[in-house]
């Protein structure tokens, strides 16, 4: 079955930076766009960004732009999620998904499988 494995949660200092990663396994990875969304208490899942299936377009929700950044490797069937100049804001529960579409979307009932989520907690 399809399984996306996100690692590289953790804590870290305001300012500081993280990479998590997303290790997808039963399907055929390149053939899919791939997107990070993130949660935060009480709040709504959250875009924040999508890689198309080759890796050639990325777009990122403005409240990260500039700071983040979304590269995959799709001989690792993995897909990463670079994380600059954090913010306590940026303090969610994030997970990778896997569409079908060659770019992806900003909208979460349009990704076919999620992961499991990994915590990232961001202190001051």
């Known amino acids: 079955q399809v399984q996306l494995v996100e690692s590289g949660g953790g804590l870290v200092q305001a300012g500081g930076s993280l990479r998590l990663s997303c290790a997808a396994s039963g399907l055929t990875f390149s053939t899919y766009a791939m997107g990070w969304f993130r949660q935060a208490p009480g709040k709504e899942r959250e875009f924040v960004g999508r890689i198309s299936r080759s890796g050639g377009s990325t777009i990122y929700a403005d409240s990260v732009k500039g700071r983040f950044s979304i590269s995959r490797d799709n001989a690792k069937n993995t897909v990463y999620l670079q994380m600059n100049s954090l913010k306590r804001e940026d303090t969610a529960v994030y997970y990778c998904?896997?569409?079908?579409?060659?770019?992806?979307?900003?909208?979460?009932?349009?990704?076919?499988?999620w992961g499991q989520g990994t915590q990232v907690t961001v202190s001051s």
């Open positions: 998904a896997a569409d079908r579409g060659v770019f992806g979307s900003s909208y979460y009932n349009e990704y076919d499988y």
